[in-house]
């Protein structure tokens, strides 16, 4: 059974960065492509950052480009998502998921298991 769970969200001051883990069990980060979604109240869904099976494969949303960084553990079986120079409009429950491919997605469709989320609230 694949589980992922989140962890890393808090409260920050724009300008101030954090780093979310995604911790999984019953699935090897590095077998499949994994990703980063976030949604804010009255939103929908966005993707954020992926990466293949190649970790030097990567992808990024246009509005985090330059900010944040997907990279993961392999030893410890563990996605994150360095995010630095946060700004208001990253407030959201962010979440990661895995994808049924190799390389990077970023279509939401294309994964298939999600965890529950982490919230995430930049203040002025």
């Known amino acids: 059974q694949v589980q992922l769970v989140e962890s890393g969200g808090g409260l920050v001051q724009a300008g101030g960065s954090l780093r979310l883990s995604c911790a999984a069990s019953?699935?090897?980060?590095?077998?499949?492509?994994m990703g980063w979604f976030r949604q804010a109240p009255g939103k929908e869904r966005e993707f954020v950052a992926g990466i293949g099976r190649s970790a030097s494969m990567t992808a990024y949303g246009d509005s985090v480009k330059g900010r944040f960084t997907i990279s993961r553990d392999d030893a410890k079986n563990t996605l994150y998502l360095q995010m630095n120079g946060l700004k208001l409009e990253d407030t959201a429950l962010y979440f990661c998921a895995t994808a049924a491919s190799l390389f990077v997605r970023v279509d939401q469709t294309s994964y298939d298991y999600w965890g529950q989320g982490t919230q995430v609230t930049v203040s002025s």
């Open positions: 019953g699935h090897p980060v590095s077998r499949y492509a």
